[in-house]
């Protein structure tokens, strides 16, 4: 069986976004002080987020609907909101809507 060519870049993507993620990452912080995801400190993080995740997407297609969705999964998959083995869903909620505001105002 010939091995999938895109194994290592998906495992690359995937462990670079949960590291992101974890507590000890940049978007934990905020979310835990309470920060509105709509606001320019979060948005400037979520950014910057953003054009990370364009390292290993490029840019064809709609870019929206695609960080929507990958909110999404960070919303309502617990492996993206998982912190020393327990389930925080607010994070998830935090993020989810953290991008789609990104989404809505720089990416339409």
Sequence with gaps: MQKNSYSPWIRTATNSCRKALRPTGRYWPLAAAGLDPAS?????????HYRYILQFWGKAGNQAAAYKGLGDLLAN????????GVTNPA????????????????LQ
Excluded at 40 to 48: D, F, P, T
Excluded at 78 to 84: D, F
Excluded at 95 to 100: D, N, P, R, V
């Design 77 to 84: 998959d617990e492996r993206y909101t998982q912190a020393n």
């Design 40 to 48: 320019e400190q979060v948005q400037q993080e979520i950014g910057i």
């Design 91 to 106: 994070f998830g909620k935090f993020m989810q809507q953290a991008i789609h505001v990104y989404a809505e105002r720089k």
